[in-house]
């Protein structure tokens, strides 16, 4: 074994697996984790270790490789034998998308139509006539310049969000992105609350749809995952994540027929996406 099994109180690190199991390769463990079939120990941040009940899991995939059963075989397999165990299903934030807003749109705050996810903050539209709904905007052009996806600058990103809602408590880009910080730092309880705030003010805002059900997901509370995937889905169709985070719960929930054509818009919409080898042997 390497250093790292050792010295981390039975974790076990991918030099370890690789040596003991050579049929399982780095994808075959990034979808395991995504299944929630095994997770990281420590820091994911750091090195990636697994436990010593992971390492069985493996043991028992690599076995079925090969013997040649096809990997979403044995994912929905090895998923139905742990259906009715209680689990949470967690995986590390820094791994779970969170479409943000980017712009305001003068009258109504609300999401923008354009490209969920990005950073920018070049096309807000203000300043608007009126001045408090203005200074409302400054701040938040301020709070997504700072919310740059760096832990140091989300305390500042997030004051500034802040700013810009007590002046404007309705501002529905402002409560997404100030909840997308808190789901980013493992507050599930506070972003779940702000997103589900921002659905109330304006239920055709795709982002807090899409990342409300991402915390359903992370939380193994499928059913109300696929009702806010579906939601989002039917906001945004071209956002690729939507349509594997639905088809990924549709599989865990034993409606794959279902599943099937969202696989297949996840690669036309994303033929380079993280995920695109997993939905080609999903949806064949």
């Not at 076990?12 to 399982?24: F, I, Q």
């Not at 039917?234 to 956002?239: D, I, Q, T, V």
């Not at 033929?271 to 695109?276: M, Q, S, T």
């Amino acid at each position: 074994m390497t250093s790292s099994s050792s010295s981390d109180g039975g974790a076990y690190g991918l030099r370890d697996l690789r040596s003991l199991y050579p049929t399982v390769t780095d994808n075959h463990l990034r979808y395991l984790e995504k299944w929630g079939l095994v997770r990281q120990v420590g820091d994911p941040r750091a090195e990636r270790l697994y436990s010593f009940a992971d390492l069985l899991t493996v043991k028992q995939v690599a076995a079925e490789l090969e013997r040649g059963t096809p990997v979403k075989s044995i994912l929905r397999g090895m998923l139905a034998e742990r259906q009715g165990q209680l689990q949470l299903n967690f995986h590390a934030a820094s791994d779970t998308p969170r479409a943000k807003v980017v712009a305001l749109e003068a009258r109504k705050p609300q999401s923008a139509g354009g490209s969920p996810g990005s950073s920018s903050a070049g096309s807000t539209a203000f300043p608007f006539d009126d001045p408090q709904a203005a200074l409302a905007a400054k701040y938040f052009v301020e709070g997504s310049r700072l919310d740059d996806g760096e832990e140091c600058n989300r305390e500042h990103a997030a004051a500034a969000y802040r700013r810009a809602l007590v002046i404007d408590p309705e501002l529905v880009p402002a409560i997404v992105n100030l909840a997308n910080i808190h789901y980013a730092c493992d507050e599930l309880i506070e972003a779940q609350a702000l997103y589900e705030r921002a659905i109330g003010l304006d239920p055709d805002c795709f982002e807090a749809h899409f990342n409300l059900g991402n915390i359903h997901h992370d939380l193994g509370r499928y059913e109300n995952a696929l009702v806010c995937y579906r939601d989002a889905v039917g906001l945004n169709p071209g956002y690729p994540d939507a349509h594997f985070y639905l088809a990924v719960t549709l599989e865990k929930t034993g409606h794959s027929p279902e599943a099937k054509p969202h696989w297949k818009i996840y690669q036309d919409l994303a033929p380079n996406g993280e995920w695109v080898e997993l939905a080609r042997e999903f949806s064949e």
